[in-house]
T-cell receptor, first 111, second 115 residues
C-alpha cells in the first residue's frame, strides 16, 4: 500500500511564525505536490517537485517555499504565516505515469 | 482561467438511483483524467481514471465516460449508496511542457445520497 504521511493533522500557529509542514512518501515516487483546499475553490497547487532539489511553482506559490533534499520528503514552508493561509494542506506523490496518492491532510489555523 | 471545470457545486440523489457528476476541460493536451473522492478532514482518495485513447472505463459501481470532441467527462455511480456522500474532484493530467504530469483539479462537486 502506498503511504503518504503528513507530519501533523492539526496545527495552530500565530501570525508571523515560520511554519514547516512535512510530507514523506514510501513509494519511491519522482513527483511530489503540495495543494491547499478551501471551500468553493477546490484543490489549488502551491508547489510541486519532479526530482530531488527540483521545484516548480504551482498556481499560488506566494508566501510559500518548499524543500526537497531527499526523494521521499517534501517540505512546505510558510515564511511568515498569515491568517489567509488558514487552510487544509494536502501533500501528494506520484510516479510519472500513475495517479497521485494523497496524505491525510493538515488543517492549519493561523491566529 | 480554469482548465478543469465542475459546474455543479452540489448534487443530491436518492439511494439506489444513479449519480452523474460532470466535468469539462479546456486544454486539448490533457491525456489522462481521474476522479477522486474526498471525505471531510481526510485526503482525497483515487477512485477511477481514464486515458484519452478510451471513451469508457468501468470499475464496479463506478463508470467514467470521456467525450474528447466535447472535452467532457462524467462519472456515473450506480446504484448510489449513502456512503458515497462526499466531495468528488475531477482532475486532468498531460505530459507536455514542463508540467511533468502534475494534476489540475476542478473545484469539486459535493454529492449527497439520501436514504
Amino acid at each position: 500500500d502506498v503511504k503518504v504521511t503528513q507530519s501533523s493533522r492539526y496545527l495552530v500557529k500565530r501570525t508571523g511564525e515560520k511554519v514547516f509542514l512535512e510530507c514523506v512518501q514510501d513509494m519511491d515516487h519522482e513527483n511530489m505536490f503540495w495543494y491547499r483546499q478551501d471551500p468553493g475553490l477546490g484543490l489549488r497547487l502551491i508547489y510541486f517537485s519532479y526530482d530531488v532539489k527540483m521545484k516548480e511553482k504551482g498556481d499560488i506559490p506566494e508566501g510559500y517555499s518548499v524543500s526537497r533534499e531527499k526523494k521521499e520528503r517534501f517540505s512546505l514552508i510558510l515564511e511568515s504565516a498569515s491568517t489567509n493561509q488558514t487552510s487544509m494542506y494536502l501533500c501528494a506523490s506520484s510516479s510519472r505515469r500513475t495517479e497521485a496518492f494523497f496524505g491525510q491532510g493538515t488543517r492549519l489555523t493561523v491566529v | 482561467d480554469q482548465q478543469v471545470k465542475q459546474n455543479s457545486p452540489s448534487l443530491s440523489v436518492q439511494e439506489g438511483r444513479i449519480s452523474i457528476l460532470n466535468c469539462d476541460y479546456t486544454n486539448s493536451m490533457f491525456d489522462y483524467f481521474l476522479w477522486y473522492k474526498k471525505y471531510p478532514a481526510e485526503g482525497p482518495t483515487f477512485l477511477i481514471s481514464i486515458s484519452s485513447i478510451k471513451d469508457k472505463n468501468e470499475d464496479g459501481r463506478f463508470t467514467v465516460f470521456l467525450n474528447k470532441s466535447a472535452k467532457h467527462l462524467s462519472l456515473h455511480i450506480v446504484p448510489s449508496q449513502p456512503g458515497d456522500s462526499a466531495v468528488y474532484f475531477c482532475a486532468a493530467k498531460g505530459f507536455y511542457g514542463g508540467s511533468q504530469g502534475n494534476l489540475i483539479f476542478g473545484k469539486g462537486t459535493k454529492l449527497s445520497v439520501k436514504p
